[in-house]
């Protein structure tokens, strides 16, 4: 069965303290893995997609890079307005229009 | 603009009440969804519709019901809902591709649904 599982399921962070995020997935071909970030009482606003082992992108102070088992979301020099709940889903080859499966997301904090 | 509107943002319902939660998307997408998110629980798909069609109806009880009558409306129709439906449900919509392409989903703001 396709699994994703975040951790740690919460981090705190000063401000300027750089960390990572962890997603692990288990899926039967991946077709693509996405990060999300998500704002209390709002949807989930769209980060990355990535593809396929060994590719990475970047935006900002976020970088998401992906192996073969999992993908991290590299925070560097956080701020407080980075401070969210950050969810990572994954699509597998043959699946569903549609169907991503979602992790249960680590939430964010990031105090002055 | 946001790319998906969803009204209302707020909604508190009866179990005996029928209401819809409404969604439109101005992205230009040819496939729209609606997920739930419970508290403490992962995203769960509920309903795929590609080109007005259902193509996946993921379980879900018949007291809801979904309907697409073009590709940038959905809505999601609620009749005899129980306590435990109270959740934010999340209107997305993406452009389908094959089946081995990845298909990048973007989320509306959801609407926040309280059954009393």
């Known amino acids: 069965e396709d699994q994703v599982t975040q951790s740690p399921e919460a981090l705190r962070l000063q401000e300027g303290e750089s960390s990572s995020l962890n997603c692990s997935y288990t899926?039967?071909?991946?077709?693509?893995l996405f990060w999300y970030r998500q704002d209390p009482g709002k949807g989930p606003e769209f980060l990355f997609t990535?593809?396929?082992a060994g590719e990475e992108k970047e935006k900002e102070r976020l970088k998401a890079t992906l192996t073969k088992k999992e993908s991290f979301l590299h925070i560097t020099a956080p701020k407080p307005e980075d401070s969210a709940t950050y969810l990572c889903?994954?699509?597998?080859?043959?699946?569903?229009?549609?169907?991503?499966?979602f992790g249960r997301g680590t939430q964010l904090t990031v105090w002055p | 603009e946001t790319g998906v509107t969803q009204t209302p943002r707020h909604l508190v319902m009866g179990m005996t009440n029928k209401k819809s939660l409404k969604c439109e998307q101005h992205?230009?997408?040819?496939?729209m969804y609606w997920y739930k998110q419970s508290a403490k629980k992962p995203l769960e798909l509920m309903f795929v519709?590609?080109?007005?069609?259902?193509?996946e109806n993921n379980s879900v009880p018949s007291r809801f019901s979904p309907e697409c009558p073009n590709s940038s409306h959905l809505f999601l129709h609620l009749h005899t809902l129980q306590p435990e439906d109270s959740a934010l449900y999340l209107c997305?919509?993406?452009?389908?591709?094959?089946?081995?392409?990845?298909?990048?989903?973007?989320f509306g703001e959801g609407s926040w649904l309280t059954v009393v």
């Open positions: 992205l230009g997408h040819n496939a």
């Open positions: 889903a994954v699509q597998a080859r043959g699946s569903t229009l549609g169907r991503l499966y």
């Open positions: 519709y590609s080109l007005e069609e259902r193509v």
């Open positions: 997305a919509s993406s452009q389908g591709g094959g089946p081995n392409s990845g298909n990048t989903i973007y």
């Open positions: 990535l593809y396929s």
């Open positions: 899926v039967s071909g991946l077709r693509g």
